[in-house]
């Protein structure tokens, strides 16, 4: 089955780390431009971070950066997002998608190919 699947989300407090996986199943991960998106309740979608299939990332705004980094393994057929200085406002549900294209598209209409079911980042004390 041809599948992204999120793991790695928890509770944390305010300041630790999470570190979240998109694993692909039925596919090579390494041909495609991976992004993280996120979703609180009563909230509107908002991209986080994405990764080209040539490894360039980028982040979708300001409110994440210097404390998420985005990575992959190709061999393994995965990407990281690494979560540093967690605030209770990253709480969230958090999603990868992925884009044949190999190029990251940041247009709310991107056409993206797959999506994963999401994994629960709560940050609270």
């Known amino acids: 089955q041809v599948q992204l699947e999120e793991s790695g989300g928890d509770l944390v407090q305010p300041g630790g780390s999470l570190r979240l996986s998109c694993r692909a199943f039925?596919?090579?991960?390494?041909?495609?431009?991976i992004s993280w998106f996120r979703q609180a309740p009563g909230a509107e979608r908002e991209g986080v971070l994405c990764?080209?299939?040539?490894?360039?990332?980028?982040y979708y705004g300001e409110s994440v950066k210097d404390r998420f980094t985005i990575s992959r393994d190709n061999a393994n057929n995965v990407v990281y997002l690494q979560m540093n200085s967690l605030k209770p406002e990253d709480t969230a549900k958090y999603y990868c998608a992925g884009l044949f294209t190999g190029e990251c598209d940041f247009d709310e209409g991107a056409p993206w190919d797959y999506w994963g079911q999401g994994t629960q980042v709560t940050v609270s004390s």
């Open positions: 039925g596919f090579n991960l390494d041909l495609y431009a």
């Open positions: 990764i080209s299939s040539s490894d360039a990332s980028s």
